[in-house]
Structure formats: structure tokens, C-alpha cells
């Protein structure tokens, strides 16, 4: 008898927290476990700022597709990392301003899975894709994307706290280099990332405590290091910030999170 193919039931792991899960938490939202709740609550009881991180980084997603979808007239958006859905997705927003949007969500969480394919739906004009694959394998999410994009044409390509999971920044940087090159000119590269250089009495010890307690493991970098992801590209103002500070209000308290928007020439 030949063994049952694997699901993504079969993926999820209810005794281990998990960052889609547990980030989830952090937002306010219910699709998540008690084993996620008890290390969200253990990070915020170390960083009790973290919460404020989750929100200032969805927030700054809002900003930066409306400002792509409405002032720039860029109406396809590849979202990789996208984590749980939840309001005011970039989708959404895109196709407020752009009914005809095109967006294509990359995630390999099967929990992610499951969600998005149920809720992550469409204008009528536009198209909305879920692929499940992984960040590193960037060759694959371009060929499962051109179903619904045109890589001829201008591409938001959005990594919102994704590339802290991936630990070697050599392989990151390579990573963003091949999305960024099956992309043309015109085209964007939206990042967030944590970093340890914009304050946060406990940040440090919680990435530790979560590297021992939760999956994916995570790592922090420095401003030099997240300017090398940008390498090539023309980067918008006001440039490398908290992404709490992208073109919002100069007195918005920092977080601990690096915001950048790119373009390509």
C-alpha cells in the first residue's frame, strides 16, 4: 500500500510556535495556538515592544502600496513571506487604488496556506494568487508567478520580514538579487528587516530566547548589511529608516525594524 501524500494539514505543527502564528498574535488576531501565545507572551514580557513592531510593519506595508499603486501607477506586486492574512492586505489596498492589480502571495507555512487560498480573493478587474513555496528557492517562485504577472513589466516586489529568516546573508543578497533581476526597470524592492541598532532595551536576549523556543530562527542585521540587500537600485526617500518613520510624521517613536523602498533604473 502506497503511503498517503502529505497535506497541508498534515505540515502543521500545533506544539511548536511558529512566526506566522505567533506574529498573528501580536496583531490581534485568533488563528494561532496556545504554544504560539505562550512564547508571544515570553518575547513581550523580554521586548514589550514587539507589538508595536508587528503594527508599525503593517502599517508601512499600507503606505508603501499606496504610494506604489497610486502615485507611481505600479499595479503588480509579488509579495514573498506573506504571512497570515489579515486586514488590510496588500492586495486590497493595491486594488483599491488599482482595481486591475495583479498580486501574486508567496509563503511556504501550510497553516498560511490554508488561510489565504480561502480568503486572499480578488477584484473582478485584477487577479490574486497564492504559490506555496519557499524564499530561497527564488527561481521557483518566478516561474510559479508568471502565470498572473507579466515580468515585462514593472513588479513591487515586497520582502516584509522575510529576509531575517533567512540566516547566511550571503544567500540572502542572492536571493534579492534574482527576483530583482527577472524584473525590469521601473520595477520596486520593498524590505523590512529587525535590526539591533535602533534601540529596544531586550531585543537582543528575545531573538535568543525565540531562536530556542520557536521556528523559523531569526536574525537580526546591521544598517550596512541592509543597505547591501539595495545594492544597484535608487532608494527612495527618506531612504533606510524604523520603518515606523517611511513617510509618515518624524516624531513617530522608532522601532526596531529597518524600512526601505527601492527602485530599479
Known amino acids: 500500500m502506497e503511503p498517503r501524500p502529505q497535506t497541508a494539514s498534515d505540515r502543521i505543527r500545533s506544539d511548536v510556535a511558529h512566526n506566522a502564528r505567533v506574529w ?45 499603486a497610486g502615485d507611481v501607477g505600479v499595479d503588480q506586486f509579488l509579495d514573498v513571506g506573506t504571512g497570515l492574512p489579515t486586514v488590510n492586505n496588500t492586495h486590497e489596498i493595491a486594488q483599491h487604488t488599482a482595481p486591475h492589480a495583479r498580486i501574486v502571495y508567496v509563503d511556504n507555512d501550510p497553516i498560511v496556506l490554508a488561510h489565504a487560498r480561502a480568503l486572499l480573493t480578488s477584484t473582478l478587474e485584477g487577479a490574486t494568487e497564492y504559490i506555496d513555496a519557499d524564499a530561497r528557492r527564488p527561481d521557483q517562485i518566478l516561474r510559479a508567478a508568471e502565470p498572473t504577472l507579466d515580468l515585462g513589466r514593472p513588479v513591487a516586489v515586497m520582502m516584509l520580514g522575510i529576509l531575517n529568516f533567512v540566516l547566511d546573508t550571503d544567500e540572502a543578497r ?28 531586550g ?21 550596512e548589511e541592509f543597505a547591501s540587500f539595495l545594492d544597484g537600485l535608487e532608494i527612495l526617500e527618506p531612504g533606510i529608516v524604523s520603518c515606523s518613520r517611511w513617510r509618515t510624521n518624524e516624531r513617530e517613536p522608532e522601532v526596531a525594524q529597518f524600512g526601505a523602498v527601492a527602485r530599479k533604473p
Open 24 to 68: 498573528n498574535y501580536w496583531l490581534g488576531g485568533k488563528d494561532n495556538y496556545p504554544v504560539d501565545r505562550t512564547v508571544g507572551d515570553q518575547v513581550t514580557g523580554m521586548y514589550p515592544i514587539i507589538g508595536e513592531v508587528a503594527r508599525a510593519d503593517r502599517a508601512f506595508l499600507g503606505r508603501v502600496v499606496r504610494h506604489l
Open 174 to 201: 542572492s536571493i534579492v538579487r534574482t527576483l530583482m533581476a527577472a524584473v525590469p526597470s521601473g520595477s520596486h524592492l520593498v524590505l523590512t528587516h529587525p535590526t539591533l541598532e535602533l534601540g529596544g532595551e
Open 203 to 223: 531585543n537582543e536576549a528575545a531573538m535568543r530566547f525565540w531562536n530556542e523556543n520557536a521556528t523559523p530562527p531569526i536574525t537580526a542585521r546591521s544598517r
